[in-house]
Antibody
Framework: QVQLQESGPGLVKPSQTLSLTCTVSGGSISSGSYYWSWIRQPAGKGLEWIGRIYTSGSTNYNPSLKSRVTISVDTSKNQFSLKLSSVTAADTAVYYC??????????????????????WGKGTTVTVSS | EIVLTQSPGTLSLSPGERATLSCRASQSVSSSYLAWYQQKPGQAPRLLIYGASSRATGIPDRFSGSGSGTDFTLTISRLEPEDFAVYYCQQYGSSPPIFTFGPGTKVDIK
């Protein structure tokens, strides 16, 4: 059973770069039809998707964060990582990593895809403060 | 960019009652790209429904999803004590390829 675990500093100073790593256990990050994603949630608020990466290195980011975000993958370590630059207090949140499954199915002679986040890490709290 | 709106913001019900949660999109969404998640305090979200109506592995059949186009519904047929939580809908937009969450509906005990 695949499990995800976030790790990284819990406190980051304003204007610095937030760096987190998600370690995948119980399976290879390269196997199957999956993307790997980061999501965050400020205290008491909703979920915000940050971005995703495929094991080829192909990425997509939330347009609202795109200028500050870099997601990378290290298949040899079964990990993927998040860097968020120039952080402010507004970046204080619980950060989750998640596996995004895309599943092909056929209907009426055409092929379609499901996309859904089926495995989540427990989350790690990052506070931006001096 | 597609915006998801969920209603009501809070639903106060008793165990055993039926819960009906709504998710409305600002423009048409492919049903295969619509998912629902449950989140309890201090926990990560858990996938309940994908493809608008397919239950994820291990999800009880009291949870069901329906809808198409811009209107989607999550129904909990009979609330169990462990079902009181926040529920989020999510859609995947293929162009550009981004994920969007709704603001959530809190189901609490009346």
């Amino acid at each position: 059973q695949v499990q995800l675990q976030e790790s990284g500093p819990g406190l980051v100073k304003p204007s610095q770069t937030l760096s987190l790593t998600c370690t995948v256990s119980g399976g290879s990050i390269s196997s199957g039809s999956y993307y790997w994603s980061w999501i965050r949630q400020p205290a008491g608020k909703g979920l915000e998707w940050i971005g995703r990466i495929y094991t080829s290195g192909s990425t997509n980011y939330n347009p609202s964060l795109k200028s500050r975000v870099t997601i990378s993958v290290d298949t040899s370590k079964n990990q993927f990582s998040l860097k968020l630059s120039s952080v402010t207090a507004a970046d204080t949140a619980v950060y989750y990593c998640a596996r995004v499954a895309y599943e092909e199915y056929y209907y009426d002679s055409s092929d379609y895809y499901y996309y859904y986040m089926d495995v989540w890490g427990k989350g790690t709290t990052v506070t931006v403060s001096s | 960019e597609i915006v998801l709106t969920q209603s009501p913001g809070t639903l106060s019900l008793s165990p055993g009652e039926r819960a009906t949660l709504s998710c409305r999109a600002s423009q048409s969404v492919s049903s295969s790209y619509l998912a629902w998640y449950q989140q309890k305090p201090g926990q990560a979200p858990r996938l309940l429904i994908y493809g608008a109506s397919s239950r994820a592995t291990g999800i009880p059949d009291r949870f069901s999803g329906s809808g198409s186009g811009t209107d989607f519904t999550l129904t909990i047929s009979r609330l169990e004590p462990e079902d009181f939580a926040v529920y989020y809908c999510q859609q995947y937009g293929s162009s550009p390829p981004i994920f969007t969450f709704g603001p959530g509906t809190k189901v609490d005990i009346k």
